[in-house]
């Protein structure tokens, strides 16, 4: 579904991408770990359009993201749940998720996704016409990721779900991640949190320093002596 | 009865500040910049609803609408052609630009129509409304500024809180970024803003112009730093905060010509705004701004 090739992305002199190239199949949750300036955020972006690579390919089912206009990437059939969330705080939670679903015309289809994010997310239902602002960080995690399912996108990309929530909340995060991914929507996934998301990932890819450097299977790499030093706390 | 006469006159000229205070205001909540040429696009759209009254004749709605038209085309040309290609620049080079389309649009209407005043027509059959047995006379011009600006403040609330585009340019004012994420088309709001900006100043243009009825190539400069004034003391970036600074502007400075010194009112209202900065540094109903200029 998502195939990226040899992907650059240049901050001025610095390279933070390096030529990376990874693929997400259809049905897949697949997960990039890696540090913190690993340049998982950065490829999150590139591949939205946030930032613009200087080499390379970002093909989403025949279409190359980066030869279209960064607003053009949603209807592409691409939507992302941003690092920090960035909900709209000014807002309230009924117009974030009219936000998301800005691209669509099909009022009934959005009218009964909107009710969907309110079945998977009942806390989002009661704070509906409060400010996007006034929500705790894991409600604020759950708009972000209603918001972006308001897309009705074929691809989710996630960037850090589980920043600063509570042990508790970042299980119950994992779980959604899951729900949203047996419903039929295809996931990569860009976590610190190595554990959970090798637990949940098909596949999984290593960043290190703008470079892939270890690929395998969710529990390939979550067994992976390398890995368990690095990431997983021995 | 002289006081609420004054007061009434003074939410008349207020009424004027606070509609083109909301073309800085939108400009600055979302492209982040102080389009510094905003007063002379009131100058080219006061000298438009001339020509179209006096050359051509037209009905004074029509030429308003007019005016309107080339406003809107104006701003959305000079956002183009000027401020677009800087988007990543400095804000500082995007501000010395504005200054520069300021100067080239005083200067080229100069050059068009000579710097010589025009007199601009009456728009209203002139006259007063006679209250209390003629104890308080208001002029139908201050009623029709009035309402203008009620109608205006009421669409445009209207417009920003219930239409999707009205909440997608608040998404671009809190976080381009993100609004990009949902598919918005960042530079499109941008020009919709101008768009809205311009027009509204056609308005502003007729209005002034039919309280103070000289046309001249520099004519946008005062008002239009009044109603910058106006939208930095409302709190910039924050539309019923054009509205309250436009308003209490047009108010202070009547009371201060009345009461204390018609030489000295624009000190006044300036030295009012220092006081306001001072005591609240974000403006009257402003958030905090971390910007710079």
């Known amino acids: 579904m998502l195939k990226i090739e040899n992907l650059v992305v240049r901050y001025g002199m610095i390279e933070a991408i390096k030529g990376i190239s990874f693929e997400v199949n259809d049905g897949e949750i697949v997960t990039l770990i890696g540090a913190n300036g690993a340049g998982k955020t950065t490829t999150m972006h590139a591949i939205s359009g946030l930032v613009k690579p200087a080499a390379g390919s970002i093909m989403l089912d025949g279409t190359d993201l980066m030869k279209i206009p960064a607003h053009k990437i949603v209807s592409a059939g691409l939507a992302q749940v941003p690092e920090r969330r960035r909900v709209f705080a000014q807002e309230t939670v009924e117009e974030n998720l009219q936000l998301g679903a800005y691209t669509r015309k099909d009022k009934a289809g959005i009218a009964e996704d909107m009710e969907r994010v309110f079945e998977s997310f009942p806390r989002l239902r009661e704070r509906r016409t409060q400010l996007a602002g006034t929500l705790s960080g894991g409600e604020q995690q759950m708009l972000a990721m209603g918001r972006a399912l308001m897309a009705k996108p074929k691809i989710l990309l996630m960037d850090e779900p589980s920043m600063g929530l509570s042990p508790l909340l970042v299980r119950e995060i994992f779980h959604i991640i899951e729900d949203i991914n047996r419903q039929g929507t295809t996931i990569l996934l860009v976590e610190q949190n190595a554990k959970m998301a090798l637990a949940v990932a098909d596949r999984a890819y290593v960043l290190e320093t703008g470079k892939i450097t270890l690929e395998g299977t969710g529990s390939e790499l979550a067994n992976d002596p390398r890995v368990q030093a690095a990431y997983l706390g021995g | ?293």
């Open chain 2, 1 to 293: 009865m002289a006081l609420l006469s004054y007061l009434i006159s003074g939410l008349g000229l207020g009424s004027v500040y606070a509609i083109i205070a909301l073309g800085y205001t939108m400009v600055y909540g979302i492209a982040k910049m102080l389009n510094f040429a905003h007063g002379d696009v009131i100058m080219i759209g006061a000298y438009a609803a001339f020509f179209a009254m006096t050359r051509f004749g037209l009905p004074v709605l029509l030429s308003v609408l007019l005016s309107m038209v080339v406003c809107t085309v104006l701003g959305v040309v000079i956002e183009r052609l000027a401020y677009k290609p800087l988007r990543q620049a400095s804000n500082l080079s995007v501000l010395i630009t504005a200054i520069g389309v300021s100067y080239l649009l005083q200067n080229g209407a100069q050059l068009l129509w000579s710097s010589s005043t025009k007199v601009f027509p009456s728009i209203l059959a002139g006259g007063s409304l006679q209250l209390f047995g003629g104890k308080l006379s208001v002029s139908w011009l201050s009623i029709l500024t009035i309402l203008v600006c009620i109608a205006v403040m009421v669409c445009l609330t209207l417009f920003v809180n219930k239409t999707l585009t009205g909440k997608a340019m608040r998404a671009c004012a809190e976080d381009k970024g993100a609004a990009l994420l949902m598919g918005i088309n960042v530079d499109r709001i941008i020009s919709i803003t101008f768009a809205i900006g311009s027009g509204l100043a056609a308005i502003a243009a007729v209005l002034f112009c039919a309280a103070y009825p000289s046309v001249y190539p520099t004519l946008g400069s005062m008002p239009g730093i009044k109603a910058f004034t106006a939208a930095v003391f409302g709190g910039i970036g924050s539309i019923p905060g054009a509205f309250l600074g436009g308003l209490l502007l047009g108010i202070i400075e009547t009371l201060a010509k009345a009461y204390i010194s018609t030489q000295l009112a624009d000190a006044i209202v300036f030295a009012v705004l220092i006081i306001v900065l001072l005591i609240k540094p974000s403006g009257l109903l402003g958030r905090k701004i971390s910007e710079k200029v």
